[in-house]
């Protein structure tokens, strides 16, 4: 979701500025946020920590508890789809392809972000929960496969970071990637990606061709 499908960046920062800010913590920034997305929130504020000198699990733990309070409030202020994506899952539908959003932010916020800017596209949303282990472990993909009575000869993951490379690998299944997240081409071709898309056109191609 994040990075591939929503630009989240701006309303995930500004959740962990004001959580940072509320524990007198040193500011974050965009560019700090972007390079340590993609784990989970708690991998997240772990960095973050790690950085500022000050990391322990009690911390990590009242940081994040804030920070998902504070992230639910703020999650649509500025988040919006990449140009061009809406209407290339669209076609993906109409072309009968069954569509399935798995992310590592909380569940709760995957839903409602789904509904609000994807409503009726997909089958499954899915986000964070405690029933599994975050990406790139590969059995919350194998459950939605399962949901969909998919296998991996017939899925198709799309994704923008190395966490994504790792999960399809993790998963067996196609990879597709895209450069327009939250990690840049050569970061990909360096997590092993050998799709990359840079425009919804180029991912729809590689969607088709699979």
């Not at 140009?83 to 076609?91: F, I, K």
């Not at 970071?161 to 939250?182: I, K």
């Amino acid at each position: 979701m994040d990075g591939t499908i929503l630009n989240t960046l701006a309303d995930l920062a500004h959740a962990t500025q004001l959580t940072l800010a509320k524990h007198q913590l040193t500011d974050t920034t965009l560019a700090e946020v972007r390079r340590d997305v993609g784990n989970g929130a708690r991998v997240l504020f772990e960095r973050l920590c790690k950085t500022r000198r000050c990391f322990s699990d009690e911390l990590v733990d009242t940081l994040l508890h804030d920070f998902r309070i504070c992230y639910e409030a703020h999650h649509n202020d500025n988040t919006k789809p990449y140009e061009g994506v809406p209407d290339m899952l669209a076609q993906c539908k109409k072309d009968g392809w069954k569509l399935a959003v798995l992310s590592n932010k909380p569940h709760d916020d995957v839903c409602a972000l789904a509904d609000l800017h994807f409503s009726g596209l997909f089958t499954v949303a899915e986000g964070a929960s405690d029933a599994f282990l975050l990406k790139p472990h590969p059995e919350h993909v194998e459950h939605i496969m399962h949901m969909l009575h998919a296998t991996p000869q017939t899925c198709v993951y799309i994704g923008d970071s190395e966490v994504d490379v790792q999960t399809a690998h993790n998963a067996q299944v196609h990879g597709v990637f895209v450069d327009w997240g939250y990690r840049s081409r050569e970061e990909l071709t360096r997590a092993g990606a050998s799709k990359i898309a840079s425009s919804p056109a180029m991912l729809y191609q590689f969607i088709t061709q699979i």
